[in-house]
């Protein structure tokens, strides 16, 4: 299986803010964005995968800025590592009015998805990922950090096992 580049995969979408997705504040719910942000990770993940994929978890999801009624919510979706049979998808929101100003950065979050086997139902092997820039370089390297701290919240790692996360922390 070959490596794929993460431009190959990068998903951009769009949605605007209509009144019957926001609270009472007249500003889209969280839930909802967090909605908007699995189907654009996971349409990222299937692409990369070349198969079905399903959401295992999702880590550190915060809401910087209110998103209000009318606005353009755009989300983009990239490959930062895959692994043996998951992948982990950094989504980053940006919302602006409808003409496009007061562009603003609102949320991220790194969403992990396993690839599914169409004959068996099981997770299938994936292909590597080929980082090419120092910020595709950065986010590859910290993703093994990342799936560590997963896999012990998960309690599937003891953290003596974790070798990135107290290489990172013992480091001088």
């Not at 895959?82 to 409808?98: H, N, Q």
């Amino acid at each position: 299986m070959e490596e794929k580049k993460i431009e190959e995969s990068k998903t951009v979408m769009s949605e605007i803010v209509m009144p019957n997705d926001t609270n009472p504040l007249n500003n889209l719910m969280g839930g909802n964005l967090m909605r908007w942000m699995d189907i654009a990770g996971g349409i990222c993940a299937g692409k990369h995968c070349e198969a079905h994929v399903v959401t295992v978890s999702v880590d550190h999801v915060s809401f910087v800025n209110p998103i209000p009624v009318g606005h353009v919510v755009t989300l983009i979706a990239k490959v930062t590592r895959a692994f043996s049979t998951s992948v982990e998808i950094y989504v980053e929101v940006f919302a602006a009015d409808i003409k496009g100003k007061q562009n603003k950065r609102c949320n991220d979050a790194y969403f992990t998805f396993v690839a599914i086997d169409d004959v068996t139902g099981k997770p299938k092997k994936i292909p590597k990922v080929l980082a090419l820039s120092n910020e595709e370089q950065k986010l590859y390297e910290s993703a093994l950090r990342r799936r560590e701290f997963r896999l012990i919240l998960g309690g599937r790692m003891k953290l003596e096992d974790a070798t990135e996360i107290k290489e990172f922390f013992l480091a001088e």
